[in-house]
């Protein structure tokens, strides 16, 4: 398998833009997370779907962010207006959902895309 | 103050050494512990994860929760200079899958 797909793998953009991120999870996979990672912050869970269902949200910083999961291979994180402290490096991740019989923790087993830097000017 | 703290180093130690990585947190609700490693401009990567109190041995490295304390570690034995990354701890409380992590402790292991 080709792993967790982001693209851009870097994006450039002035301030009040609308920028899109994208994220193919592994296939077969159940969970899809979005981060965001900040020296200042760490990195910070933004999203999670399960099964292309949103689940918790909190994490998305205001309703400038948005994220969709239309179907079980593709995701977006769209930000609109952004602003030069959106700046930072963006994740995707996918998991396996909890397996009777084995793997029940399965979803722990994130695996993580190579991210997206996003600048922000 | 955070939910999850860690010391973000850097953490300088020469080749062989052992290597002890910490995070402290604060939510008695966390049930479920990981720790990921993260080369530079990469994304992070499981290392290892533990459901309960007490320790789990992979090889050279063992992650150690301590509930009583919130405080949980990795301890990376016979460090060598391909260990030399970003440590982040991960937590979870249980019926959720919304994870708090630490900010990070970067590690160099000097041959």
């Known amino acids: 398998d080709a792993g967790v797909i982001q693209s851009p793998r870097h994006e450039v953009t002035e301030m009040g833009q609308e920028v899109t991120l994208r994220c193919k999870p592994i296939?077969?996979?159940?969970?899809l997370f979005w981060y965001r990672q900040t020296m200042m912050r760490g990195l910070e869970l933004l999203i999670y779907f399960n099964n292309n269902v949103p689940i918790d949200d909190s994490g998305m910083p205001e309703d400038r962010f948005s994220a969709k999961m239309p179907n079980a291979s593709f995701s977006t994180l769209k930000i609109q207006p952004s602003e030069p402290r959106d700046s930072a490096v963006y994740f995707c991740?996918?998991?396996?959902?909890?397996?009777?019989?084995?793997?029940?923790?399965?979803?722990?087993?994130?695996?993580f895309g190579p991210g997206t830097r996003l600048t922000v000017l | 103050q955070k939910e999850v703290e860690q010391d973000p180093g850097p953490l300088s130690v020469p080749e062989g050494a052992i290597v002890s990585l910490n995070c402290t947190y604060s939510?008695?609700?966390?049930?479920?512990f990981m720790w990921y490693r993260q080369y530079s401009r990469k994304g992070p990567e499981l290392l290892m994860y533990?459901?309960?109190?007490g320790n789990k041995e992979d090889g050279r490295f063992t992650a150690q929760v301590d509930k009583s304390s919130k405080y949980i570690s990795l301890f990376i034995r016979d460090s060598q200079p391909s260990d030399s990354a970003t440590y982040l701890c991960a937590m979870r409380a249980s019926g959720t899958y919304k994870y708090i992590f630490g900010t990070g402790t970067r590690l160099k292991v000097l041959a």
């Open positions: 991740a996918s998991s396996l959902a909890p397996r009777v019989g084995g793997g029940l923790h399965s979803t722990d087993t994130q695996y």
């Open positions: 296939s077969g996979h159940d969970y």
């Open positions: 533990t459901y309960s109190s």
């Open positions: 939510n008695s609700a966390f049930q479920y």
